[in-house]
């Protein structure tokens, strides 16, 4: 596979993450040009897609965190946290929209700062943050789309 000093992230990564921010970006700008009676369905599938990445990157640090060195003080603590992000997920889903799509926004950003704390403690490949801000920046910013959405029209 890709180095893990490297600095670029390999191409097929790229290409696929950023296809990965389709369902992010189709369905929060969906909810300002969609008719009325489909904006709710839009919305449980931005939600249903939004838990469904949390599980995702959960599972990748839970994958760092075991492919680590056993002496690695660090690893334990991904270990645990790796699990944070679906249950994030798994509780939004669980929880009024007015208050699930804030939860995501916020998971997501919290999240890249997880990927960031990886890199620096050498349990994730030097380019992992190199992928991830742009794809944060857009789970993010569809979030902040989506929850605009619910406050103007609701």
């Known amino acids: 596979m890709h180095p893990f000093n490297a600095s670029r992230p390999p191409g097929l990564a790229v290409g696929l993450a950023m296809a990965g921010l ?4 189709t369905g929060a700008l969906g ?5 009325e009676g489909w904006r709710v369905w839009v919305m449980e599938e931005l939600l ?7 599980a995702f ?4 640090h839970w994958g760092l965190a075991m492919r680590a060195d056993e002496a690695s ?4 603590m991904q270990l645990g946290l790796s699990v ?4 994030l997920g798994w509780l939004a889903l669980s929880l009024p929209i007015d208050l699930a799509v804030p939860l995501f926004f916020c998971a997501f950003g919290a999240l890249y700062y997880a990927d960031i704390w990886a890199v ?8 992992y943050t190199t992928l991830r801000k742009p794809l944060s920046l857009v789970a993010v910013g569809s979030m902040a789309v989506a929850w605009g959405a ?5």
């Open 48 to 54: 249903a897609f939004a838990a469904v990445m949390l």
């Open 31 to 35: 909810l300002w040009v969609i008719p």
């Open 73 to 76: 003080p660090d690893a334990p």
């Open 57 to 60: 990157m959960g599972a990748i």
């Open 150 to 154: 619910t406050l103007v029209k609701s």
């Open 84 to 87: 944070i992000p679906p249950l």
């Open 120 to 127: 620096r403690h050498g349990l994730a490949p030097a380019w």
């Open 22 to 25: 389709v369902p992010f970006v």
